[in-house]
Protein backbone atom coordinates (compact mmCIF):
# COMPACT_ATOMS: atom_id res chain seq x y z
CA UNK A 1 0.00 0.00 0.00
CA UNK A 2 0.91 3.84 -0.85
CA UNK A 3 0.99 6.06 2.21
CA UNK A 4 -1.83 8.01 0.34
CA UNK A 5 -3.76 4.44 0.95
CA UNK A 6 -3.00 4.28 4.70
CA UNK A 7 -3.79 7.68 5.32
CA UNK A 8 -6.92 7.12 3.55
CA UNK A 9 -7.41 3.76 5.30
CA UNK A 10 -6.39 5.58 8.73
CA UNK A 11 -8.75 8.88 7.90
CA UNK A 12 -11.87 6.19 7.42
CA UNK A 13 -10.90 4.07 10.82
CA UNK A 14 -10.62 7.58 12.59
CA UNK A 15 -13.98 8.61 11.54
CA UNK A 16 -15.55 5.70 11.83
CA UNK A 17 -14.32 4.54 14.94
CA UNK A 18 -16.73 5.74 17.59
CA UNK A 19 -20.33 4.77 17.90
CA UNK A 20 -23.16 6.97 19.00
CA UNK A 21 -22.42 6.97 22.73
CA UNK A 22 -18.72 7.14 21.96
CA UNK A 23 -17.56 3.69 22.74
CA UNK A 24 -14.32 2.79 20.07
CA UNK A 25 -15.31 0.00 17.96
CA UNK A 26 -11.76 -0.48 17.38
CA UNK A 27 -9.98 -2.13 20.24
CA UNK A 28 -6.43 -1.35 19.96
CA UNK A 29 -5.44 -4.85 19.58
CA UNK A 30 -7.76 -4.98 16.26
CA UNK A 31 -5.35 -1.79 15.10
CA UNK A 32 -1.97 -3.50 16.11
CA UNK A 33 -3.43 -6.47 14.17
CA UNK A 34 -3.85 -4.46 10.90
CA UNK A 35 -0.39 -1.83 12.04
CA UNK A 36 1.80 -5.36 12.29
CA UNK A 37 0.08 -6.31 8.78
CA UNK A 38 1.22 -3.20 7.28
CA UNK A 39 4.49 -3.82 8.45
CA UNK A 40 5.10 -6.79 7.62
CA UNK A 41 4.46 -5.40 3.60
CA UNK A 42 6.88 -2.68 4.47
CA UNK A 43 9.86 -2.57 6.92
CA UNK A 44 9.28 1.37 6.67
CA UNK A 45 5.81 1.60 8.04
CA UNK A 46 5.76 3.89 10.91
CA UNK A 47 3.36 1.54 12.85
CA UNK A 48 2.77 4.36 16.07
CA UNK A 49 2.45 7.32 14.14
CA UNK A 50 -0.05 5.37 11.80
CA UNK A 51 -2.30 4.35 15.22
CA UNK A 52 -1.45 7.86 16.75
CA UNK A 53 -3.44 9.48 13.98
CA UNK A 54 -6.50 6.90 14.00
CA UNK A 55 -6.65 7.05 17.60
CA UNK A 56 -6.16 11.29 17.91
CA UNK A 57 -3.01 11.50 19.09
CA UNK A 58 -1.67 12.83 16.61
CA UNK A 59 0.12 16.39 16.55
CA UNK A 60 -2.27 19.12 14.51
CA UNK A 61 0.01 20.66 11.48
CA UNK A 62 2.03 17.33 10.82
CA UNK A 63 1.71 15.60 7.66
CA UNK A 64 0.88 12.15 8.15
CA UNK A 65 3.96 10.12 6.51
CA UNK A 66 3.53 6.50 7.50
CA UNK A 67 6.13 5.02 5.14
CA UNK A 68 9.71 6.22 4.11
CA UNK A 69 8.26 6.29 0.33
CA UNK A 70 5.46 5.57 -1.67
CA UNK A 71 5.99 2.89 -3.67
CA UNK A 72 4.23 4.34 -6.88
CA UNK A 73 5.70 5.54 -10.20
CA UNK A 74 6.70 9.10 -9.88
CA UNK A 75 5.76 11.80 -11.93
CA UNK A 76 6.92 11.64 -15.40
CA UNK A 77 7.98 8.19 -15.49
CA UNK A 78 6.87 5.89 -17.85
CA UNK A 79 6.75 2.11 -17.74
CA UNK A 80 8.20 -0.06 -20.75
CA UNK A 81 5.95 -1.68 -23.16
CA UNK A 82 8.72 -5.12 -22.84
CA UNK A 83 7.96 -7.45 -19.91
CA UNK A 84 10.88 -8.03 -19.57
CA UNK A 85 11.60 -5.02 -18.35
CA UNK A 86 9.59 -3.93 -15.29
CA UNK A 87 11.16 -0.57 -13.70
CA UNK A 88 9.91 2.99 -15.02
CA UNK A 89 12.68 4.74 -17.67
Given at each position: MTNKDLVTLAD???INNRTANAATEFTP?????LADFFASQDASFK?????????????PGIEPIF????????AG??????PSRSEPR
Open positions: TLRDHLRVRERWMDYITGEWEVDCDKTLGATWSRN
